[in-house]
């Protein structure tokens, strides 16, 4: 083992050490340390993209509703679209699409 006289200077002065000893401690050490709030910064990340999706969701939503307001065979449309709804006089054949799996 080296002895104290044999380090550098640099390495016994004690604004390194105390600096060294600070950069560890909030690493590794600290409530928030750096892996924290890395996984922090990729949750809010995550959470923006999911935002932006629900909020696009969200004016389509509003626009379908509008449309559906002023224009009354929208409804209809939109019955047989996404509800899969038919007249009485009508068959009506479900084909899945077997690339939305």
Known sequence: MPKLSQL???IKNKYFLASAFF???MFFFDHNDFFL???RAQE????SESKA???AQIDQT??????????TASAERIA??????KKDN???FIIPDPKKK
């Open 80 to 85: 047989r679209e996404k509800y899969m709804m």
């Open 23 to 25: 950069i560890c401690w």
């Open 8 to 10: 550098p200077s640099w």
């Open 37 to 39: 709030q890395r996984t």
């Open 62 to 71: 509003r626009k379908e509703v509008e449309d559906l307001r002023i224009n």
């Open 53 to 55: 999706y629900y909020q």
């Open 44 to 47: 809010l990340t995550a959470l």
């Open 90 to 92: 009508e068959e009506l």
